[in-house]
């Protein structure tokens, strides 16, 4: 009888194509609030007297930019004290591993790419915190740490004009060629959908899932706490993903022959 983590080790042994979906709770074993659940940050009401939702809102950018980059900047500088951890490292490795994993995240902390995996196979759905870019003529910076450091908002050295992360906000569209490569991607079919750290409460988080199982793929959600995803995969583990998958790696063998599906 294998255990949970030896069975998702088989599939992942034995899949081509492997899609890895990740949220908050990987990027929260590296210090950064997750975005809802116990103790996030997107739980509560700022001290500005709105919800966090508003102030970190594409029309509240528009309408108050100072208001909203100072939660941006609350964001930017958590990310810029915190580092990718094993679990971030995990999955830049599985990648190696597998030339057709993807890796599907909803965070801005530019982790997975600090940690090793591919540009080309990574579509940050939320889009990035940096470089800035300028929203009246498009000047970028690369620089978020001295921004950060000096008066908010940070503006244009070129227009004045008021500078942004290429993230997506509340009430914001996602970006055009992220859902392009995921679709593309999805429409390529996968043979195995991993869930990690997430709440899915995105219908683009779940989707991918629900899709991928619907053609017969195997899926998976590793997560401390249960989420809607969890009781719609075939496969729920319990637990942090820093604890989980370098257990999950000392069990990954990609050489091995495995039965063809009948
Ligand atoms: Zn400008």
Not at 39 to 48: E, F, I, P, V
Not at 128 to 145: M, T
Not at 208 to 234: K, Y
Request: aromatic share 6%; glycine share 8%.
């Amino acid at each position: 009888m294998l255990s949970p983590i030896e069975q998702l080790a088989q599939a992942f042994n034995c899949a081509e194509r492997v899609l890895i979906i990740t949220g908050a709770g990987l990027s929260a074993d590296s210090g950064l609030p997750t975005y809802r659940g116990v103790g996030g940050l997107y739980n509560s009401n700022t001290n500005d007297g709105v919800p966090i939702e508003v102030a970190l809102s594409g029309p509240m950018l528009q309408r108050d930019p100072a208001l909203c980059w100072k939660y941006l900047a609350e964001l930017g500088r958590a990310c810029l004290g915190a580092q990718p951890n094993q679990g971030h490292e995990v999955i830049a490795q599985l990648q190696r591993l597998k030339p057709h994993c993807w890796l599907l995240t909803q965070n801005i902390d530019g982790f997975h790419r600090a940690a090793g995996s591919p540009d080309e196979r990574l579509i940050e759905i939320h889009g990035q915190l940096a470089p800035l870019y300028c929203q009246s003529c498009g000047q970028k910076d690369d620089d978020l740490a001295r921004r950060l450091a000096a008066a908010l908002p940070p503006l244009c050295r070129r227009c004045a004009g008021v500078m942004r992360p290429p993230v997506v906000l509340f009430e914001e569209m996602l970006p055009e060629k992220a859902i392009h490569t995921l679709y593309e991607q999805l429409g390529e079919g996968f043979d195995l959908v991993l869930a990690i750290g997430t709440s899915a409460s995105f219908p683009y988080i779940v989707e991918p899932v629900l899709r991928a199982r619907a053609i017969g793929a195997f899926t998976a959600e590793i997560n401390p706490a249960r989420t809607d995803l969890s009781d719609r995969v075939d496969l729920y583990i319990a637990g942090r993903a820093l604890d989980v998958l370098p257990e999950l790696l000392s069990h990954i063998s990609v050489n091995r022959i495995c039965k063809s599906s009948p």
